[in-house]
């Protein structure tokens, strides 16, 4: 609204319209003096407490100054932003922006490589790997005994280190982290949820675990109010040791980590390039 009573003002009040202006000017109830109006509003009224009346036609209001325009000044700017829409709507996109798009989908295209340990790690470990495109959350699926083990995790962001391209070349790249899950269930429904993080840059752990959540059905797993169970490092050490070797017994190990870093990225990477190309598609 005040965008556009600033653009009628502006057309609309001429050195005649403001003298007529200046001669009806009648008491009005008052306005808040912290709000303005636009210049060629003021200079038309002697104050904010006041109404301007150019016809008999109500039109709108503005902070406490009611106006009222004639029919062919609606009819002139009703006009207007009808031309205003139509060459919009008519108007065609630039190629450049396309142009853009698609050296950058090139230029990704042709500087990504798969992670060479994702491959191998699926042919080796026995896990099934479960992803769509436009999904950002992956999960692999294993039975161990009598098990049902799934560890769940999303893609995530590369890190960059330096600010240029030069401190890149100078610093040593970050180890990536990946939150994930791993659910261990029952046959009969019973089961635990660990919440674990990858570790990059400890000599003795590869993962830690947050926290360990017991669930006795179906319900309990889904539910958002469940307990999520004690924080881990304040459990006894033997505690933790054990627990660290049974999962490790199912598969949650160096191995597992490493390939859930390179898949997260790598995820995050094909991602990126198949937005430029349904960007560049829909800007065509």
Known sequence: MRSGLRQIAATSLNRSSSAS???AVAACPPASPSLSLPASVISSVSGLNKRVVFSDSPFCSYHGVRCWFNSASRSNSSSNNNSSSSAVQNSTPSPKLSATLQSELQYEKSNYEPASNITTFLEKSGWVLNEKDGDVNMSLKKSVRDLAVSVDFQLVSPSYSGENEEEEENQVEPQETTDFSVTVEKPSGAGAIFYCTTVGNDEKYRFVVGNVRYFADGNEKTSMS?????????????????IDEWLNSLGINEELCDFVDAMA????????????????????
């Open 21 to 23: 202006a200046s001669a």
């Open 226 to 242: 469940a307990y999520n169970g004690p924080e881990f490092e304040d459990l006894d050490d033997h505690l933790q040791a054990g």
């Open 265 to 284: 990225v790598d995820k995050e990477q094909r991602e990126y390039m198949r937005w430029l190309n349904t960007i560049a598609q829909v800007v065509e």
